[in-house]
Each structure stands twice: as C-alpha cells, then as structure tokens.
C-alpha cells in the first residue's frame, strides 16, 4: 500500500495571488526610484558646459524617465482596477 505524503499548508509565495500582487507593488517602486535617478542624472548632465551628445544623452534620460513614469502609472491603474489577475473566481454552479 502506499504512502501518501502530506500536503504542504502554505503555497509558495510565486503561486499565491497575493505574491502577485506584492511584486506589481514592487514593480511600482521600481518604477518611481528609476525615474527619479533617471531625472537626477539627466538634469545633472544639462547643467555643465554642454556638447552635443551631452545634450543628446539629458533629453534621451529625460524621455526614458517619462516612461518610465508611464509605466509606473499604467501598473498602478491595472492594480487598483484588477487587484487579483485577469481571472475572478466563480462559484461552480455558474459555469453550468
């Protein structure tokens, strides 16, 4: 006969709903620290006597922080609209 093992009480974090939604904050945070020292670096290579490519690299930094900023911002709405995946639970006598 043979032995079941029993089964594990927690799931692993990556599997869970909440470890889910716990990296999208994270990715969130991500998103706002990388657009600050995107803007910091960029601003600081505007300040001093500039060459073009100097110029080049601020304004691309400075278009690279407003993506960034864009894409923190459309995380945060797919979070606060969606909070728990693309799937919602149903009771099983609606799928009939």
Known sequence: MQTLKPKS???????????????????????????????VVSVLALIPET???????????LAASVFSIADGALIYRKLLFNPSGPYQKTDAHDKL
């Open 9 to 39: 009480k927690s799931r692993p974090f990556c599997f869970s709903v909440k470890g889910h939604v716990k990296l999208i904050r994270l990715d969130i945070i991500n998103s706002v620290v990388t657009a600050v020292f995107l803007i």
């Open 51 to 61: 060459t073009t490519y100097t110029v080049l690299g601020g304004v691309f930094g």
